[in-house]
Each structure stands twice: as structure tokens, then as C-alpha cells.
């Protein structure tokens, strides 16, 4: 049975016990007046009886009057009764529609207004437009720190947070303000009647002041921030939902600064998020149609000049578009979660491009930083190895220092179960972090490839001492030295002098399909 048919029955169970205490009140009404008069016809019978007569047998008038009297008192006092009863039922009914309503349109753990009351009341706003010069101001917020509450300390000091960060936001607004929670911890404001810009910013301001001293809850002090988005009705938004969507761009672009921020709604940021839907409708489709592919950038031996391996490059042709590089919908890929499926299908494809290549020529892979917290990546990396037949040894990923960072646990039980089976690792953008010495000697690596904002640079002097310092570091430490982005060929000289062994640059050779990257290691050496 459903919820909605389980309580209708109730209601028709209580009504139906009503009707029969009605009727129960009634056949106890009958019966006594019946009694009360059959004691009174009895009495005066019985006193009679033998000498009366077949008149004086029928009821008296003051029988009459005593049985209509008793009627009536009987009535009156069972409609009294009826009367209170309807009158309780009433006050109990109203009683339970206002804790309904109150329900329906407040927040229950901070009394907040909640998502119907807000929205309703933005309709207003928006339907009765401010002065000359004046503006309604809508805020979305999003509270930083909250997740880590909740995942460290648990869903009930978490409560205990948002009912405090509501009564901070209380204190923080005019009178007359609408504060709302809109579920989990994002909230919004309602300010109407404003006098321009200026004054939502200092709403905006006082709510950051408000929330930048820590919430104890026992002995715990709770560090928490909060992304607050701003449109302004009727500059930005004409409508309701309008005026929620571009105060979430706003709001999105607040997040991106990772600290307490305000952002008022700009038209060119609007455009770069439609943009960003855009790509990611795009790239799902493109993923369902495996249109999104593995291209390979040849990496050569600078003593030499033989290939040695190729690092792996999705390539994305959109149908208008054209090719839309990979920094424009990684991101968004690992934003969605779509970084992991796609990652796979390329890392599948290119082992079983690599199988064909010489044992020499490493395959090199991207391990992006969303894809360490997965703890099934070194399971499905080996997996694939094994059905394709490609080596361990064979396969090398390359991980950026910022992607460890973020974090260094899961990065050391990945790369550490890696390294164990035989894959090589590789540090990528070497000589950008601020501690690379320690990722170098704690995650014993097999290679170093410098960043190309050196390489691009080597002939102006700052950059060729810095490579050749990083190149000593690294052949001190045993390891393979590499630079990436190598822009004239007459500068590989000189990179040999510094200690650079391989390099990897468009002047030497643009990402190539499967079968160009076979071609290219059947023409041998590069001139």
C-alpha cells in the first residue's frame, strides 16, 4: 500500500469511528428517555390499577409534558456536546494546516526560510520591480570547508554547523531580508530595494566578515568559508530563473578562487560557462561514438636521434569545430567524472597500437589527478596491460607535481603498486613545483621531463642554467632526463651539453595517428 492510500484509509477509519460514536450517543439518548417514560407510564399505572378506567389509562397531559421536557433537555444536551466536539475538530484541523504550512515552506533543522518560500518570494521581487536607480539583489552561497565536516566528524556536527553559519547570516542581512536554505550547504539571500551595487557588496562583505571566525562545536573549531554568487534584478534578469542561473555563473566563477569570495554576474563569464555545456554535451557524445582518439607524440633520443617512445594525446575532431585541443575538455572531463571511462578506452587502444613496436619504444600515458583517488586505477592499468600483451616495462605514466599534492597518500599507493609490477614513472613539468627534491626521492622515479617553459626559453641564460641544474639533479639521482616542448632544432646542442638525453617538441614531430607513428619508426632516425 502506498502512503497516500494508507493515510486516506486512516482518514476513513477516524471518520467512520466518529459516526459510530455518534450513534452511540444517540441509541444511549433513546433508551434512557424510553426507560424514563415507561417508569413514569408504569408508576402511574400500577397505582391505578384495577379502578381505572380506558381513559385514564392513556397518557396524562403532564405525562406528556415530562416526556416532551426530557426529550428536549436530551437534544439539547447532545447537540451541546456535538457542538464542542466540531469545535475541537476545527481548532485541531487549523492547528495542523498551519504546522503544515510552516513545514512547506521552512527549513526544519535551521528555520530558515526554505527553497518553495524563496522562490516564491524572488517571484515577487521580480514581478514588482525597484525605483529609479535602485536594485534587488539575489545571493547564492556555497559554503567552503563543509564537506570535510561532514566526511571527518559526521552528518550531526555538520547540522551543528549549518544551524550556526544560519545564525550568522541572520545577523548579517537588513531587517526585512529574506535568508534561506536551499538544502545541504548551499543558502541564498533576498535583498530587494537597494541602492546599486555597492550596497549588495556590503551585504556580501558582511557575510564573509560574518563567517570568517571558526564555528566550535565541542572542542573542534571548524574553519569555514563561503563562494557567494550575485545577480541583480532587473540589470541581469528579467526572470526567475534567469536571475537563479546567472547568480550561479556568478557563483561558480566565486568558487574558483578556493577562498571566501563575491562575484557579480558578468555577461563574458555567462558565455564561457554556455560554452562549457556546450563542450560537455558535446564530449559525451563524442565518448558514446568513441570519437575521441589516441594520437602519439614521438619522443627522440638527442645523442642518437632514434625514437624511443611516444607519450599518448587525445584527439577530439568535433563536427564543426574542428580539432578542439585537449586543454579545453580534459577538465571538463575530469569536472564530470568522465576522465575515468575515456582514460581507459585510450590507455586500451594505444597498448594495442604499442604491441607492434619495436621492445625498445615506450608507450608514456598521462595519469590525470582525479584519476589517483580511484583505487581500482592500478587493478584496470595492469589489467589491460595483460590483454593487449603489452610488457609492464613497457608503459610508463607520467604524473604532473601538482596532481600529487592534492593527494600525496593515494599518489604513493598507486604509483608504489605500479612501480612493483614494472611500470615506469615519470615526472612531468620538473622544475615548476615548490618540492620536487622530496617527490623525486619519495616516489623513486624513473624519469624527469623538464617543463617547456624552460626549454621554449634555453637561449636566453636564466633558463640554460636552470636546465642544466635540473639535468644534474637528475642524473645525480640516476635518472632518464627529458624536456618537452623543444622549439628549433639548433638548440640540440647546446641540450646535449646541459645533460638532456631525450626531448619531445612539434618541430620534431606533431602527435601522429596509429598508423603515422608506424610509418615514422619504419624511416629510422630523424635527420
Known amino acids: 500500500m502506498t502512503l497516500s492510500s494508507s493515510a486516506t484509509g486512516h482518514r476513513l477509519w477516524a471518520l467512520a469511528m466518529r459516526q459510530r460514536t455518534s450513534f452511540q450517543d444517540l441509541g444511549l439518548l433513546a433508551a434512557f428517555i424510553a426507560v424514563v417514560a415507561f417508569l413514569t407510564f408504569e408508576v402511574d399505572l400500577f397505582v391505578s390499577e384495577g379502578a381505572a378506567t380506558l381513559q385514564e389509562e392513556t397518557i396524562e397531559l403532564d405525562e406528556a409534558l415530562l416526556l416532551g421536557g ?7 444536551g447532545f447537540a451541546i456536546r456535538r457542538y464542542m466536539e466540531q469545535k475541537r475538530e476545527t481548532q ?9 504550512r510552516e513545514l512547506a515552506y521552512q527549513d526544519p533543522l535551521t528555520g530558515l526560510a526554505n527553497r518553495r518560500q524563496f522562490e516564491e518570494a524572488l517571484a515577487q521581487a521580480v514581478g514588482s520591480p525597484p525605483g529609479a536607480g535602485g536594485a534587488h539583489a539575489l545571493f547564492l552561497l556555497d559554503l567552503n570547508g563543509f564537506k570535510q565536516v561532514n566526511d571527518v566528524h559526521g552528518h550531526g556536527i555538520g547540522d551543528e554547523v549549518l544551524i550556526v553559519v544560519a545564525q550568522r547570516l541572520l545577523a548579517a542581512v537588513r531587517e526585512g531580508d529574506l535568508v534561506a536554505r536551499l538544502g545541504g550547504d548551499e543558502f541564498a539571500i533576498l535583498a530587494q530595494h537597494l541602492i546599486g551595487p555597492e550596497a549588495a557588496t556590503s551585504i556580501a562583505l558582511r557575510v564573509i566578515q560574518g563567517l570568517s571566525e571558526p564555528i566550535a562545536t565541542g572542542t573542534i573549531r571548524h574553519e569555514i568559508g563561503t563562494g557567494i554568487g550575485i545577480a541583480l534584478i532587473p540589470g541581469d534578469a528579467q526572470t526567475t530563473a534567469e536571475a537563479l542561473r546567472k547568480a550561479d555563473v556568478a557563483l561558480y566563477r566565486a568558487k574558483a578562487e578556493k577562498r571566501s569570495a563575491l562575484r557579480f554576474f558578468e555577461e563574458d563569464m555567462d558565455r564561457l560557462v554556455r560554452e562549457r555545456e556546450e563542450i560537455e554535451r558535446k564530449l559525451r557524445t563524442a565518448l558514446a561514438a568513441n570519437a575521441i582518439r589516441p594520437f602519439f607524440q614521438p619522443s627522440f633520443d638527442l645523442r642518437t636521434r632514434e625514437i624511443v617512445g611516444f607519450e599518448v594525446t587525445p584527439r577530439w575532431l568535433g563536427e564543426n569545430e574542428g580539432e578542439i585541443p585537449p586543454e579545453r ?17 585510450l590507455l586500451r587502444e594505444s ?36 590483454g593487449t600483451g603489452l610488457a609492464p616495462s613497457r608503459l610508463e605514466v607520467e604524473i604532473t607535481e601538482s596532481a600529487i599534492v592534492r593527494d600525496l597518500e593515494a599518489a604513493k599507493a598507486v604509483f608504489g603498486a605500479l612501480r612493483e609490477a614494472g611500470v615506469k614513472i615519470a615526472l612531468d613539468n620538473f622544475g ?19 617543463d617547456r617553459s624552460f626549454t621554449e626559453t634555453m637561449n636566453q641564460e636564466d633558463s640554460a642554467r636552470i636546465i642544466s641544474a635540473l639535468a644534474g639533479l637528475g642524473h645525480g639521482l640516476g635518472l632518464t632526463v627529458s624536456a618537452a616542448g623543444m622549439a628549433d632544432p639548433s638548440l640540440r646542442a647546446p641540450m646535449l651539453q646541459s645533460g638532456i638525453q631525450q626531448v619531445q617538441g612539434d618541430v620534431l614531430s606533431r602527435p601522429l595517428s596509429v598508423a603515422q607513428a608506424q610509418a615514422l619508426l619504419m624511416a629510422g632516425p630523424v635527420a
Open 70 to 76: 426530557l426529550l428536549a433537555i436530551g437534544l439539547l
Open 92 to 100: 485541531r484541523r487549523i492547528r495542523a494546516e498551519q504546522h503544515s
Open 329 to 345: 575538455f580534459i577538465p571538463i572531463a575530469e569536472e564530470t567524472g568522465l576522465i575515468h571511462g575515456m582514460a581507459e578506452r
Open 351 to 386: 597498448c594495442e597500437a604499442a604491441v607492434s613496436w619495436p621492445d625498445h619504444v615506450i608507450l608514456s600515458i598521462d595519469i590525470f589527478p582525479s584519476q589517483i583517488k580511484d583505487r581500482s586505477l592500478t587493478e584496470r592499468i595492469l589489467r589491460i596491460l595483460d
Open 432 to 450: 615548476t613545483g615548490y618540492s620536487s627534491l622530496y617527490h623525486v626521492k619519495e616516489f623513486k622515479l624513473d624519469k624527469i621531463k623538464i
